[in-house]
């Protein structure tokens, strides 16, 4: 219905939930999104830009460790 559709938005959008279409029915099936791991890496990458690069490993655990209990 929408592919032949003369309006371009609608279009694009029927092309990407059909690329997608598996990944859409999964999440609307078991609800399950990757937003606690994608707050986890923008986490991490913000303690580096802050530590300009943290080459010590164990500090970086600490730092971690610190940021996410603040979360909880």
Known sequence: MTAESASNPLKRFAKSLSK???????FLKYRITSGRIEAAN???????????G???IPYL???LRQAFY???
């Open 20 to 26: 997608n279409f598996n990944e859409v029915v999964n």
């Open 61 to 63: 655990f600490l730092k």
């Open 42 to 52: 923008a986490s991490i990458s913000r303690i580096q830009s802050k530590t300009c």
């Open 70 to 72: 603040q979360q909880i």
């Open 54 to 56: 943290l080459f010590n």
